[in-house]
């Protein structure tokens, strides 16, 4: 079996696809943010602008963010830190990819908010590189 996208070291099969596919819902915010992970790897935009929390929506910049997926090839995710307190959530992640021939990493600390038992990503912080040492 195929290990997942979202590098849990469990199989797509076990971790991802049933959230992707709609067979269960995100038990928590990190399994919403791995999950967001893997449908940006296999291309999935209306996965990633359907678990964003409806009051958030509107500022989601749905071009850019299919053109940024289109053109990068994710290659793996590294989840730092993850907190589930009720209805909100936060997860700090990095994640690799290569985006016209260069490798980079987007980090970023993610705020989710959980409505009527559903998990959506709120928002998000992307963290700057740490400065270049001289």
Avoid at 12 to 33: F, H, K, N, V, W
Avoid at 37 to 66: G, H, W
Wanted: charged letters at 30%; hydrophobic letters at 30%.
């Amino acid at each position: 079996m195929a290990q997942c996208y979202c590098c849990s070291s469990k199989p797509y099969s076990d971790c991802c696809q049933p959230i992707l596919e709609g067979q269960r819902p995100a038990a928590t915010p990190e399994q919403l943010m791995r999950s967001r992970y893997s449908a940006f790897c296999i291309k999935n935009l209306d996965y990633v602008v359907d678990t964003t929390d409806p009051q958030a929506r509107a500022d989601m910049d749905r071009a850019s963010t299919e053109e940024w997926m289109k053109n990068s090839e994710f290659t793996r995710l590294e989840v730092l830190r993850s907190s589930d307190e009720g209805n909100k959530g936060t997860v700090e992640f990095k994640a690799y990819f290569t985006m016209n021939g260069a490798n980079e990493i987007h980090h970023e600390i993610s705020k989710f908010r959980k409505h009527s038992g559903t998990w959506y990503f709120r928002d998000g912080k992307v963290m700057p590189p740490p400065e270049a040492k001289n």
